[in-house]
Each structure stands twice: as structure tokens, then as C-alpha cells.
């Protein structure tokens, strides 16, 4: 039997959707393109804004063009929060929402057997747990993800993911040891993620600074960590002095600020002030000196003036981010901010969006041509007719000069920059 899966959205996904395309194997499937017909769709789909869940539903349609006949197994928030509706679509198979995704390999074969609906979505808000996904490897990548959290407690006003991941929970600390000891087999690096990262451990009487540590001496084949995301609020003096202590540890995070203006921070319901922010980047970065600090950012947010933007815009220049993920706002169904007066119109958004993305690249360009004439570590990942290519510590991306292992750190000199990479030569 042949199975495809097409994965959008966040890392957890990824590392949701590798488990059980590791599963299906250990059954004797046989993974295809996704762009192939294959006997057996699966979709792990993303709400987290309506083009995500356009193109949730443009891969449904795409499966069902290719081969009608197909078992098609919908996965993830996009059905957690619109499974009413998608039970009517005859073509679906199976519907799994945030939950009960280890079932999904034994759906399948039951529906190959007799071709039933099957739909395995509940209320998370309620009761959710922490679901074990087991996975060794990673097929198509150098770089491993490790979901160890998921849900969110946070409720930011935009936001639609607490309802469709649930509340928050956390992998057990002996599982998470388990499985990143598993993976370092196979990856030099591992990539910690989670829905609100940052809160790992609140629910287990621990923290992330005590995962890290707990990874790092239980995995010694780990070369490099990374966090996914993180909240500004949750990166402790604890988790600066860790990262401090070891090179292991990526000096690299990204952490959402979504805006610069204290009057949409709190239409937001995020939990800081801009000045907040920025006083916590200055202390970072004093224990951390050139680490790269990246982030997200929403325009357009509802009642956002001209006076509000420009302020939005102040700030990301004083936090001086090594780069930025810019979305236009995107009003989700059921949240708060969805009813709010002074929408924003598309047009002005688009703007909006240009404006701060043109502000990225050049806050880009500047902090990687910093790294000109130093010496960084490279994780090779691939090869490019005779380039190896791969990314330092800072999460910037390099080419470096003839053909090293994959999977492998090196140390080079930077030399120069070539368009958005940087080129580099190996040391000695």
C-alpha cells in the first residue's frame, strides 16, 4: 500500500506527521510524493490563519483529484475546529483532531477492511493528555524536531490554537530523555518544540532550563539544541545561565512579540509591555553577546493607527531583531478579536506587511554580514553541486567551499556574502 502526507504548519506537526509515517512503514507501507496517486492520503492540517486553512483544504481537494478512490485521513486543528462541517465531505475517511493521533495507523487498517467514517475529535478544552508519538528518525531531514509540549493556556485575543490544541501539557521528562536519546542516533542536532514551549514542565513540577540539562548529559551525541519558539516572559535567568555554560545550546531564539505598541499589546491580551520587552532583549543579549534574536510580528491588528504602527515599527528597531516573520492579521472564527471594532482593510494591511518586511531584510542583511571574517560552527544538511551547505549556531545559513559529511559540524572562516548566504571556507 502506498501512503502520502502532506504537513503544514508548525514544527509539532512535523514531528506529529513523522511518527506516523514512521508507523506505516513499520506496516510495510510505502511513502510516496505527495503529488503521486497513492491508496492512502494524510493531511495534518493548521488553523493558525485563514491561509493555512485554505491550504488545508486545497490539499484535501488535491488528494481527491488525484485519486477519489483513495482512503483520505484528515488530521490536526483545522478539523478540531471544523469537524461539524468536514463529516459532511464524503470523500474523508477518517477526521482526527488533537487528539488520539497513535490511533491513526490502526484506522487506517480498519478502514481498508470496511470502509467506515471513522471521527475521533473531542473537546480538549476538558480533557486532554499528552499523547506519546514515538519516532527514532527523521527521513528527509538532517535536522530533528522533539515535540515535548503541547496546548496553551494563554488566550491572546487573535489567537485560535488554545481551542484547537487544548490546554497545556507536557512530555514526562523520562520520555523526553527516551526519545531525544533515540534521534541523537541519527541527528546531530535536535529542535525542542512545543504549542507554548516556554511553560514546559508547569503541569510536571519542573522547567525547560532543567529539560535542557537533563537532554544534554543524557545525550552526549547531541551536538546541538535548539528551542523553537519562546515567549518573552518565560526565558528565565536560569535558561540564560545554561546557555551560557554550554555551546551545545544554540544561540539562536525566537520569541514572538507580535507588536510594538502597548495599546495593541493589551487589545492582544499579551502579556507584557513593550518596554518589558525590550529591557529583557538588553539582558539577554549582555549575557549573550551577537545572539540572534528573531520574531514574530502581527499588523493590521484591529484599531491598529498610523501613530500605533509607527510605534510598532520604533521598536522593532530597538530590539534590533536579526530578523522578522511579518503576517497581515488574519480574524479566526470564535476569538475575541474577530468582533472587535476597526477592522483593518486588506489593502492597508498589505502596506503594512511590506513596510516591516523591508525593515526585516535589512535588519537581516546587517546582522549576517556581521559574521564576515569570523569563525562560526556549521551543521552540514545538504549539498549543492560542490558546496556543502548548512547553518551556525545563529541559525544563519552558509555554503562552505567542497563536499563535507551531512549530519556533520565543521568549524569555518566566513569569506564573504553572496546574496542571502554566506560563504566559508574551512578552518585550516
Known amino acids: 500500500m502506498r501512503y502520502a502526507i502532506s504537513c503544514l504548519g ?105 470502509r467506515e467514517k471513522k471521527v475521533l475529535v473531542e473537546d480538549v478544552r476538558k480533557e486532554a493528555k499528552f499523547e506519546t508519538l514515538s519516532l527514532s528518525h527523521f527521513e528527509h531531514q538532517t535536522r530533528a524536531y522533539m515535540k515535548i509540549q503541547d496546548g496553551c493556556n494563554q488566550f491572546c485575543s487573535y489567537c485560535i490554537i488554545p481551542y484547537a490544541r487544548g490546554k497545556e501539557r507536557s512530555y514526562p521528562m523520562e520520555k523526553v530523555i527516551e526519545t531525544a536519546m533515540g534521534l541523537s542516533k541519527n541527528h546531530a542536532e535536535i529542535v525542542l518544540a512545543g504549542i507554548h514551549t516556554g511553560r514546559y514542565g508547569r503541569d510536571l513540577d519542573t522547567n525547560l532550563a532543567t529539560c535542557l540539562k537533563e537532554v544534554l548529559n543524557a545525550a552526549p551525541n547531541i551536538e546541538r539544541i535548539r528551542i523553537s519558539s519562546i515567549e518573552i516572559t518565560e526565558i528565565t535567568d536560569g535558561l540564560i545561565a545554561l546557555m551560557k555554560s554550554t555551546t551545545r545550546i544554540a544561540r539562536h531564539l525566537h520569541i514572538p512579540i507580535q507588536s510594538g505598541c502597548n495599546a495593541t499589546l493589551q487589545r492582544m491580551n499579551r502579556p507584557y509591555t513593550k518596554e518589558e520587552f525590550i529591557q529583557r532583549i538588553k539582558e539577554i543579549r549582555e549575557q549573550l553577546p551577537h545572539i540572534s534574536i528573531s520574531t514574530d510580528l502581527i499588523v493590521g491588528f484591529p484599531q491598529e493607527s498610523e501613530e500605533e504602527f509607527e510605534e510598532t515599527i520604533q521598536t522593532m528597531k530597538d530590539c534590533a531583531f536579526s530578523f522578522m516573520h511579518v503576517f497581515p492579521f488574519s480574524s479566526k472564527t470564535g476569538t475575541v478579536a474577530e468582533k472587535m471594532q476597526g477592522q483593518i482593510n486588506d489593502k492597508m494591511k498589505k502596506e503594512r506587511v511590506q513596510t516591516c518586511s523591508k525593515l526585516s531584510k535589512n535588519l537581516y542583511y546587517g546582522y549576517k554580514s556581521s559574521f564576515i571574517n569570523k569563525e562560526v560552527a556549521v551543521l552540514i544538511e545538504e549539498h549543492r553541486g560542490n558546496q556543502s551547505f548548512g547553518h551556525s549556531s545563529e541559525y544563519v545559513p552558509i555554503l562552505v567551499e567542497g563536499i563535507h559529511e551531512r549530519n556533520k559540524m565543521i568549524t569555518v572562516n566566513v569569506a564573504s556574502m553572496l546574496d542571502d548566504e554566506l560563504i566559508g571556507k574551512v578552518k585550516g
Open 10 to 114: 508548525c514544527k509539532v506537526n512535523t514531528y506529529e506527521a513523522e511518527s506516523i509515517g514512521q508507523s506505516l512503514r513499520g506496516l510495510n507501507f510505502q511513502e510516496v510524493d505527495f503529488k503521486e496517486e497513492a491508496d492512502v492520503y494524510l493531511i495534518f492540517t493548521c488553523a493558525v490563519t485563514n491561509t493555512a486553512a485554505s491550504k488545508s483544504r486545497q490539499k484535501i481537494n488535491q488528494a481527491i483529484r488525484q485519486n477519489e478512490n483513495a482512503i483520505l485521513c484528515v488530521v490536526g486543528c483545522y478539523v478540531q475546529i471544523n469537524a461539524e462541517n468536514m463529516k459532511e465531505n464524503e470523500h474523508i475517511d477518517i477526521l482526527v483532531g488533537s487528539s488520539h493521533k497513535q490511533d491513526i495507523p490502526q484506522l487506517i487498517q480498519e478502514v481498508l477492511v470496511k
